[in-house]
């Protein structure tokens, strides 16, 4: 039995998305064209349920759950983490009701407790994507997706993941929200990143965008992050121990104080990366590490 056959034993009255936002309408699409029923939908904006709706032929959708019978099997919460508990203590508890499953990577699941206080039923699914494309569908080929919560119900939602083309990954708690974190690091900040090289540019008159300028050399690099370990592929200023480009550096920087200071903090934490490699010039080392100290 396939993945999809047993989950769709599993869960015959099909799946409830509440939030029809980039993940909310992503995961219905997804859903819909690998044969699950999409039971419900619903969404703060009718609008943008009622889209969702007409694609994945979907008849019951609206604001807000009108009478659990309206409810799947299941009903994914698609909603920002500051809405999931405030939706869950609304909603209370439901009688021979549903398993419910929000979408937050960092929240864990017992914030659904208010739908279920024995903790039966409840779980945390989260893709580890990003979603920045409404309704792409595309984005949970072979994407991880962490699952946290009930084990009774994260088990059969791990088939669900594998229909759908993704990666399931169980973890507890701690684990969930440190994957959250590291996904910040390595995904949210790099747009920071551009904005104080597109800053940079503008303010030394150079009128080219950051991402055509960079976007090949950035692309290699990711080739390189992606198939190596990150001190294989370290380049630049602080790998050969250049003193007197970080020195010019910072003579650039001198009126962006904001921009200086990560630039310090980076440069210290890619010359502790650096150190990890043979053959380093000590000496070296310890002048870059004076300069991005400060001292």
Request: aromatic letters at 6%; a negative charge; proline letters at 6%.
């Amino acid at each position: 039995m396939t993945p999809f056959e047993s989950s769709r034993q599993q869960f015959p009255r099909g799946f409830t998305i509440i939030g029809t936002g980039r993940l909310g309408s992503s995961l219905a699409l997804r859903m819909h064209n690998k044969g699950y029923q999409i039971r419900s939908l619903y969404n703060r904006s009718l609008e943008s349920c009622e889209r969702i709706a007409s694609v994945t032929e979907t008849e019951i959708f609206g604001t807000f759950p009108a009478r659990p019978a309206d409810l799947g099997d299941v009903v994914f919460l698609c909603l920002p983490d500051d809405q999931i508990g405030p939706f869950a203590k609304k909603m209370g508890v439901v009688k021979e009701g549903p398993a419910w499953v929000h979408t937050s990577g960092a929240t864990p699941a017992d914030v659904l407790l208010p739908l279920s206080p024995d903790g039966s039923g409840i779980a945390s699914m989260h893709p580890v994507q990003t979603f920045t494309i409404r309704n792409r569908e595309s984005a949970f080929n072979q994407c991880f997706v962490t699952l946290q919560g009930d084990p009774g119900l994260c088990v059969p939602l791990e088939k669900v993941i594998q229909a759908i083309g993704g990666r399931p990954l169980m973890v507890d708690s701690r684990q969930k929200t440190a994957i959250h974190l590291a996904a910040v690091y390595v995904c949210n900040y790099m747009a920071p990143l551009f904005a104080a090289s597109q800053d940079l540019l503008d303010d030394n008159g150079l009128e080219v965008r950051a991402r055509d300028l960079f976007g090949p050399m950035v692309r290699q690099a990711m080739d390189g992050l992606l198939s190596h370990s990150p001190a294989e592929v370290l380049t630049g200023p602080v790998l050969r121990g250049d003193t007197g480009t970080i020195d010019r550096h910072l003579q650039v920087l001198a009126d962006s104080p904001k921009w200086e200071h990560l630039y310090r903090v980076l440069g210290k934490a890619t010359l502790e990366l650096a150190q990890s490699l043979e053959n380093r010039n000590h000496a070296a080392d310890d002048e870059m590490m004076k300069r991005f100290s400060g001292t």
